[in-house]
């Protein structure tokens, strides 16, 4: 079973360098997806797998469960431990700490294994983003009268940044799925990290169009939609038979609280359906289709 804590990190690193895998066993693939969707975890959100029967040669496999692998951005097996606090010689929920620290040593642009010679101190520089946009513009202009190695290495350079700049764009464009609203932030800050390159222009390209596009339009007011009606839930009340179970706010998977407002749940799955018509092809529409179905038992 995966965890609330990690479902969350999960969420919060959508789209970075992380990778969820949830093995189990063959068998029991689809009910464990289920279980990802109802933590809030979709295929919208990139970076999330489940798989059948995951190991590795370096790991003896779990014992206890639940039980993390966490490997490091080069493959290789960094730790292994029981999740939690419930289990003699787990480590509560160190895992996330690990996962910020190697996140951290994570170059966010890879120049790649080759060595650099004549551009060792640029490409280090340009691997952690340090003068980006001055280090790419000196490459640009150098690149045409470049003699030796320096030509090739100069290529490579440029050709990786453009690579990342890449997956940059489709990690913005991947929000339309997610949080619609970091889309153009997210096309707008790349293009500062850019600026006066020619490299910039794809994204230029891409923030102009976005910010007419009818899909950023429409799955902004689906968010909102999606918003509005979970800021009712929010204010429905408790029941007195679900207070005594210790239920502290409104769920919709407690019984009573379903019971309770059986009428405000069909309203609002019924005002959802209203603003999903039209837009069924949306990549956000997955969103809203779930919380429907929830809303509709």
Not at 99 to 128: N, R, S
Request: proline fraction near 5%; aromatic fraction near 4%; hydrophobic fraction near 40%.
């Amino acid at each position: 079973m995966v965890t609330p804590h990690l479902a969350g990190l999960a969420k919060r690193l959508g789209g970075k360098k992380f990778h969820l895998i949830v093995s189990t066993n063959p068998g029991d693939i689809e009910r464990l997806a289920k279980h990802l969707r109802a933590e809030g975890l979709t295929e919208a959100i990139p970076g999330v797998t489940v798989a059948g029967g995951a190991g590795h040669p370096e790991w003896g496999g779990a014992v206890q469960v639940p039980y993390y692998v966490l490997f490091d951005h080069t493959g290789k097996l960094v730790r292994h431990r029981k999740c939690g606090d419930d289990h003699e010689g787990a480590d509560g929920l160190q895992m996330i700490e690990w996962v910020d620290k190697l996140l951290a040593q994570i170059p966010p642009i890879a120049v790649g294994e080759e060595p650099y010679t004549a551009l060792a101190d640029v490409a280090k520089q340009i691997a952690f983003k340090k003068k980006l946009a001055a280090n790419v513009k000196q490459l640009e202009a150098e690149a045409p009268e470049a003699e030796g190695e320096r030509v090739e290495e100069i290529k490579r350079l440029l050709e990786r940044v453009a690579a990342w700049r890449d997956e940059e764009i489709a990690t913005a464009l991947a929000y339309l799925g997610t949080e619609p609203k970091q889309t153009v932030p997210a096309l707008k800050a790349l293009s500062g990290e850019l600026k006066g390159t020619a490299l910039v222009a794809p994204v230029e390209e891409k923030l102009k169009a976005m910010r007419k596009a009818p899909e950023l339009k429409s799955a902004l007011k689906l968010a909102a939609a999606l918003e509005k009606t979970q800021k009712k839930l929010d204010k429905l009340k408790v029941p007195k038979a679900a207070a005594n179970r210790g239920v502290k706010t409104f769920r919709l998977d407690d019984p009573d609280c379903r019971k309770k407002h059986e009428k405000a749940l069909a309203r609002e799955a019924k005002a959802l359906r209203k603003a999903l018509e039209g837009h069924e092809g949306l990549p956000f529409a997955q969103r809203v289709q779930e919380m429907i179905a929830k809303l509709e038992g």
